[in-house]
T-cell receptor, first 112, second 117 residues
Framework: LAKTTQPISMDSYEGQEVNITCSHN???????ITWYQQFPSQGPRFIIQ???TKVTNEVASLFIPADRKSSTLSLPRVSLSDTAVYYC?????????????FGSGTKLNVKP | DSGVTQTPKHLITATGQRVTLRCSPR?????VYWYQQSLDQGLQFLIQ???????AKGNILERFSAQQFPDLHSELNLSSLELGDSALYFC????????????????FGPGTRLTVL
């Protein structure tokens, strides 16, 4: 089963770039890597998804090395409103089933 | 607003009781997922349905069951409730259940907060 490992928490200051790394040593060939953001008492919200190399959208970038055993979510110039828990999601392609295991999540605290 | 609705928002009940949580997916989404999130814990995947059929099972207890109806809404039934079942229960939906996780963006509902006294 694909399992992810993330730092439990990170601190940053407004305006800084934040990089959160997720390890997923058992990622399957067909699996994509997806990151979600969750505010307290709300459902997670999709941030970005990628398969390899680099993906960028209006809110974040995702860097994936060639071996795909890890990925890094990059948040440019964070603000206080980016304080949230960030989850790295890698599915299990074994037996052709989709099994969605969220990582432990990284609690990002952005300070003024 | 993700387009996924969950009812009720809050539910307070006693140990040993049975409750039903309801989820309506986004229009056009065929897959429904259920997750449990205990206080300050990560999301635990419970079960997935695709177009009415069970697709994948996660850490779902035998006391829990779910189904997806022809109109694609889903219900999660929790029985013989214990104090430890108190948690936020999220429903999510996606368009299809493809061959690799992560290829289907999940849209989460606002959750149902269950309190077992």
């Amino acid at each position: 089963l694909a399992k992810t490992t993330q730092p439990i928490s990170m601190d940053s200051y407004e305006g800084q770039e934040v990089n959160i790394t997720c390890s997923h040593n058992n990622i399957a060939t067909n699996d994509y890597i997806t990151w979600y953001q969750q505010f307290p008492s709300q459902g997670p919200r999709f941030i970005i998804q990628g398969y390899k190399t680099k993906v960028t959208n209006e809110v974040a970038s995702l860097f994936i090395p060639a071996d795909r055993k890890s990925s890094t979510l990059s948040l440019p110039r964070v603000s206080l409103s980016d304080t949230a828990v960030y989850y790295c999601l890698v599915g299990d392609g074994v037996d052709n089933f989709n099994k969605f295991y969220f990582g432990s999540g990284t609690k990002l605290n952005v300070k003024p | 607003d993700s387009g996924v609705t969950q009812t009720p928002k809050h539910l307070i009940t006693a140990t040993g009781q049975r409750v039903t949580l309801r989820c309506s997916p986004r229009s056009g989404d065929l897959s429904v997922y259920w997750y449990q999130q205990s206080l300050d814990q990560g999301l635990q995947f419970l079960i997935q349905y695709y177009n009415g059929e069970e697709r994948a099972k996660g850490n779902i207890l035998e006391r829990f069951s779910a189904q997806q109806f022809p109109d694609l809404h889903s219900e999660l039934n929790l029985s013989s409730l214990e104090l430890g079942d108190s948690a936020l229960y999220f429903c999510a939906s996606s368009v299809v259940a493809s061959g690799g996780a992560g290829t289907d963006t999940q849209y989460f509902g606002p959750g149902t907060r269950l309190t077992v006294l």
